[in-house]
């Protein structure tokens, strides 16, 4: 961070590309609460199918992003974001109008295919200085969190009055305002550059994945997301029978337990950041995920259940804002961009195998199996974290000398 302030053009263009960011996560979360509640009563409702739809843009995402990044440096950035907002509304509508869950499917597909992620990150850092760069983007990042717990209370108060057709028309609403935003908030004529900080060199991806710190956060990523997709399957039915409250309000259960989940998170970073305690607090917080998701499919309390999903929020917040932190730490000089470009698509991976396997699985043994099969990235990532900080410490080490 620095302590001047950014131009007025700088402002400007972050402002409107962390606006445009989070129109385009909020259009992806808002499914995330509702999916499987209203697609039961369609056809083709398995768990298998809402399963596969629910992660279906994770895969076309992990699929398309690396590579629409390399092709926005070479025809440039706004073309490329332009492009994938389009397609994204597509899909957009196509699930909106779809009659069964596998025209969902094909919906999210293509939402995911509108992989703009990175092209948007490139553009903030080409038009930003090197002073203000990072500054920019904490703000988008800051965009994404808020994004996710937006969703979580807009999404089903939007779908009480317009259903799950609904959510997907606004979310092809919001890319079509994203278009805009494109139009007419971002400067022409910005340079497409290259920046170590952001987007993937083709030469230095076989260096990220052959480190062995970086493959371990790669699968902490993809573990966190798969454990996060797949528990969407079973947390919005458990709100529904266990708490008693009706699908249309259930804003009013996600809204508190948010809000305290934000605090219940400030502890860990601070233990983490200012005191040093950054594997304890990496532990810590894996093994709430888990025991929470233990708390919301395999036990029916409403007491037990409000404080496991405040469990739930607490990690997710928390694992979600450290763990980019750490790849940052943890890469060798020149490669963040290709580390993050990796650590992104890993995350996508993740939503995809979770939501598919996690509905495969629900399927075949119920609740229960969903348990077991969350409980297996959770026990191998916390095997896996036990020496994830001292390769970051070295590497800070080797650099100051």
């Known amino acids: 961070m620095t302590k001047n302030p950014m131009t007025p053009v700088e402002r400007r263009a972050v402002g409107a590309l962390a606006l445009l960011y989070s129109f385009r996560m909020l259009g992806l979360f808002m499914v995330l609460p509702l999916l499987a509640l209203y697609a039961a009563d369609m056809p083709g409702g398995t768990p298998l199918m809402i399963g596969i739809a629910l992660g279906a843009y994770g895969f076309s995402q992990a699929l398309l992003q690396i590579p629409l990044g390399w092709l926005s440096d070479r025809v440039g950035r706004v073309p490329v974001i332009l492009g994938g907002l389009l397609v994204f509304a597509i899909g957009s509508v196509v699930a909106g109008l779809a009659e069964s869950v596998e025209g969902i499917a094909v919906g999210r597909l293509l939402q995911g295919a509108g992989a703009i992620a990175g092209s948007v990150m490139a553009l903030v850092a080409d038009i930003t200085t090197d002073e203000q760069r990072t500054k920019a983007m904490a703000v988008v990042g800051a965009s994404i969190g808020l994004s996710f717990a937006l969703s979580l209370v807009l999404g089903p108060i939007i779908a009480a009055f317009s259903g799950l057709h609904g959510v997907f028309l606004l979310t092809a609403a919001l890319a079509t305002a994203g278009i805009a935003i494109v139009f007419f908030g971002v400067p022409r004529g910005v340079q497409s550059r290259h920046h ?81 305690y950054v594997r304890g607090m990496l532990l810590l917080s894996i093994a709430m995920l888990v025991l929470s998701v233990a708390g919301v499919t395999l036990l029916a309390i409403p007491a037990v259940l409000y404080f496991a999903l405040w469990l739930y929020f607490v990690a997710v917040n928390y694992l979600e804002a450290s763990l980019p932190s750490l790849v940052s730490k943890a890469v060798f000089p020149g490669g963040k961009g290709t580390a993050l470009g990796v650590y992104s698509t890993s995350q996508f991976i993740g939503a995809f195998c979770g939501g598919a396997s996690g509905g495969w699985v629900m399927q075949q043994g119920g609740v229960d199996a969903l348990f077991l099969l969350c409980l297996v990235p959770g026990l191998f990532w916390i095997a896996s974290s036990w020496r994830l900080v001292a390769a970051p410490r070295a590497r800070e080490a080797a650099v100051r000398g």
């Not at 900080?197 to 956060?217: F, H, N, S, T, Y």
């Not at 528990?231 to 809000?259: M, N, T």
């Open 196 to 276: 170590d900080e952001v987007g993937a060199q083709p030469g230095m991806i076989g260096k990220v994945l052959a480190d062995p710190a970086l493959r371990r956060l790669d699968f902490g990523v993809f573990s966190l997301h798969f454990i996060l997709t797949a528990s969407f399957l079973v947390i919005p039915f458990a709100i529904e029978d266990v708490l008693g409250v009706a699908r249309e309000a259930h804003w009013k259960v996600y809204l508190p337990v948010l809000v305290a989940s934000i605090l219940g998170m400030l502890p860990l970073l601070r233990l983490s950041e200012r005191h040093g």
